[in-house]
């Protein structure tokens, strides 16, 4: 998978990525359609940190978790 394009496909595969990798719990409040297109740079980016890291703190869940957030559209 080529991560460098720009697709919904893309975006639905790092967005499920991330959650499962937080083991968030309201996994339904991230959904892939939810992301605007434009900060697609931001979520890889996002999401290349969130995979290199095998454990989190509460306090960068939380971050990272806002920062999905402001990504939303």
Request: glycine fraction near 4%; proline fraction near 4%.
């Amino acid at each position: 998978m080529d991560l460098k394009q720009n697709t919904p496909e893309n975006v639905e595969y790092m967005v499920d990525k991330i959650k499962e990798k937080l083991r968030m719990m309201n996994i339904g409040a991230i959904k892939p359609g939810h992301f605007n297109t434009e900060m697609y740079e931001d979520l890889r980016d996002l999401y290349e940190l969130v995979m290199k890291k095998n454990s989190f703190s509460p306090s960068e869940m939380q971050a990272i978790t806002e920062e999905l957030g402001n990504m939303k559209k």
